[in-house]
Structure formats: structure tokens, C-alpha cells
């Protein structure tokens, strides 16, 4: 029986490379993010793509609306593995200068978005009998630098929440793991982080030879769901081999 897996901003970046991934590992994939073009042509070019994959399943999702978390959980069926991936970075801005509207969307997303769509799933999980949560964070939430406040604390958050439900979820059949990445070059997030700014955007990614992708995170993702259903691997913090920590980076 081939299992279930939904991904969360899987309309780009490290959600379309999971959502690939997990396909020609054979799982079924439910594709949910806001921009649903972006997700059918996923789907499309995955069933085109690889014909050992299961069914790839586009559905529209804000992770921030109740109203569309619940439309996705009446959508679908079983679930046995969650990859809580959607949010992101806003700002560079220091605490002095926070925009706090930006920090609102910040933890709206990377915090509230998380719980409301684990929620939401987690009896189907349970019921798989074999169920996992994975959530995507970053090192940002383990090691804090200067100007990244707001996403250091939204990932943070985020941490603590997938700790706690290791806790809360220990007597139950679902596995609870987190991956933490450091720099990861994908097309969106730091244009996203910029406002669409490209040249601020491409600034931190200046003299880095090689900077993680969004496969190497989908990676860690596929490993970490296909071990053993006994082994849980707690958390993964990966960076490309330049990196010593989010603020030590050796540029050429």
C-alpha cells in the first residue's frame, strides 16, 4: 500500500523538491500551497516526470485561514506522513526598527500555520498507525544573528512546538522530527525576504561557491520518513560545507 504524504508551500522551492522527492519514492503526494497554477503544473510535471510515482494530488491551502486548513483536511483522505514546510523570512530589520506587522505574518505562518494544519491532520496520522510529522525550520531557530529577530524568534517557535509534541505524542503511533537548514539558494525565499528587492536578494548568497539547494533539504526529508518505523530521527541540521553557523560563512 503505498502511503500518503502532504506538503505544506509546496508550490516552490523546498516544498516542490520534497513534494518531487516523496513522489519517486512512491508516495502519494498532496501538493498545498496558495498558488494553485503553480501546483497543477507541479502535478503535472511530476506524473510526466516519473512513472513509478504515486498521485500527485493539488489542492489550494493558506496555512493562515482555518476555513482552508479545514477544506484540506475534508480533502484528504488517509495521511501518514505531514511536512509542515510553508512559511518564510520577512525583513532584515533590527529589533529598534522591528515592523511588527511583519513579525505578526511572520509567526502567523511559521508558528500558527504549522499548528493549524497538524492539528487539523494529526487523527489521520494517528490512524495511519504509522504516521510522521516533519517541520521544516531553519538554524535560524537554533542560533539567533543580528537582524534576523522576527524569523529567529518565529522559528524558534516553531522548535519549541515540535519538541513539545514529541512529548504529547509519545504513546501514539506518529513520529515527530524536525530539519533545520541553514543557507539554502531557492528562487523565492530571499526575494520574498526583500520585498522582490533581486539585488538585496541576491546579496547574502554573494562569494558562497556553493550554497545548499532545495534538493539537499527534500534529501533529509525522504530519509528521515523512510527509515524504520520504530527509529525516530529527532533533528537534522544541515548547511552547505561553507557555513559554520547562520552569521560564518566562508566567501570567496
Not at 502511503?3 to 508550490?11: E, L, R
Not at 512559511?87 to 511559521?110: C, R, T
Not at 544541515?238 to 553557523?245: D, E, L, N, S, T
Request: charged share 25%; net charge negative; hydrophobic share 45%.
Amino acid at each position: 500500500m503505498r502511503k500518503t504524504a502532504v506538503v505544506t508551500g509546496a508550490s516552490s522551492g523546498i516544498g516542490a523538491a520534497t513534494a518531487r522527492r516523496l513522489a519517486a519514492e512512491g508516495f502519494h503526494v498532496v501538493l498545498a500551497a496558495r498558488r494553485r497554477d503553480r501546483l497543477e503544473a507541479l502535478a503535472k510535471e511530476i506524473a510526466e516526470g516519473e512513472p513509478g510515482a504515486g498521485r500527485v494530488v493539488p489542492i489550494a491551502l493558506d496555512v493562515t485561514s482555518q476555513e482552508s486548513v479545514d477544506a484540506l483536511a475534508a480533502a484528504v483522505g488517509g495521511c501518514h506522513v505531514l511536512v509542515n514546510n510553508a512559511g518564510g523570512a520577512l525583513g532584515l530589520d533590527p529589533v529598534a526598527n522591528a515592523d511588527l506587522g511583519e513579525w505578526q505574518k511572520m509567526y502567523d505562518s511559521n508558528v500558527l500555520g504549522l499548528v493549524r494544519v497538524t492539528k487539523a491532520l494529526l487523527p489521520k496520522l494517528i490512524e495511519s498507525g504509522a504516521g510522521h510529522v516533519v517541520n521544516v525550520t531553519s538554524l535560524a531557530a537554533h542560533f539567533p544573528y543580528e537582524g534576523g529577530a522576527g524569523y529567529n524568534a518565529a522559528k524558534h517557535a516553531a522548535y519549541a512546538v515540535n519538541e513539545v509534541m514529541r512529548l504529547e505524542l509519545v504513546a501514539e503511533p506518529v513520529r515527530v522530527t524536525e530539519i533545520a537548514p541553514g543557507m539554502v539558494k531557492t528562487e523565492e525565499f530571499s526575494l520574498v525576504r526583500f520585498h522582490g528587492d533581486a539585488e538585496k536578494a541576491a546579496k547574502p548568497y554573494e562569494g558562497v561557491a556553493e550554497p545548499l539547494v532545495a534538493e539537499d533539504v527534500a534529501d533529509c526529508v525522504a530519509w528521515v520518513v523512510t527509515r524504520p518505523p520504530h527509529v525516530n530521527i529527532d533533528r537534522i541540521d544541515v548547511q552547505p560545507r561553507v557555513q559554520a553557523a547562520p552569521y560564518k560563512l566562508h566567501r570567496e
